[in-house]
């Protein structure tokens, strides 16, 4: 098992997606608050789709 569950990375995910707009109704979508934000959001979405792969990966190799 991992530290970090399917659930709690989709509440990471969301919570992050949270920030980002609410940076991006304060301060501007191009402000730089707003754009580190939006990074972190694509580094969490880039590891949910990571881990998707792999566990389908997985998921093949066990079934033949």
Not at 4 to 26: G, P, T
Not at 38 to 62: C, G, I, V
């Amino acid at each position: 098992s991992t530290l970090l569950s399917d659930n709690n990375l989709v509440r990471l995910i969301e919570w992050k997606r949270n920030e980002m707009m609410e940076s991006a109704s304060k301060t501007g979508i191009l402000s730089s608050q707003t754009i580190k934000k939006s990074t972190e959001l694509d580094q969490l979405l880039n590891l949910q789709q990571h881990l998707a792969s792999q566990s389908l990966k997985h998921l093949k190799l066990k079934n033949g």
